[in-house]
């Protein structure tokens, strides 16, 4: 069992950065693939971001590349999504997600567990 509770988000003006952390519990975590999602008001959950359980593999959506960062800290049980030049259309709730598959994956039906979400808004 792996339980994940986000905590970062909040209100920024467009090009402002955040920095969105994932803790989660449980002894499997340095073992699986974490990520990251998104959901805009009135769409689907989207993929953003994946890290591989060593941390060396990572893959993101086209529209956060060059932007996002992912990252992973296994001592601390901690995923990271740092989040820069935010723009008005990055608004949505941000979901962490861990997977007990291999390697960086892209899909929802992909991962084990979900946290509850953080509310990010990017005003512009």
């Known amino acids: 069992q792996v339980q994940l509770v986000e905590s970062g988000g909040g209100l920024v003006q467009a090009g402002g950065s955040l920095r969105l952390s994932c803790a989660a519990s449980g002894r499997t975590f340095s073992s699986g693939t974490m990520g990251w999602f998104r959901q805009a008001p009135g769409k689907e959950r989207v993929f953003v971001a994946s890290i591989s359980w060593r941390g060396s593999s990572t893959s993101y959506a086209d529209s956060v590349k060059g932007r996002f960062t992912i990252s992973r800290d296994n001592d601390k049980n901690t995923v990271y999504l740092q989040m820069d030049s935010l723009r008005p259309e990055d608004t949505a709730v941000y979901y962490c997600?861990?997977?007990?598959?291999?390697?960086?994956?892209?899909?929802?039906?992909?991962?084990?567990?979900w946290g509850q979400g953080t509310q990010v808004t990017v005003s512009s």
């Open positions: 997600a861990y997977s007990r598959g291999i390697g960086t994956i892209r899909t929802i039906r992909g991962y084990d567990y």
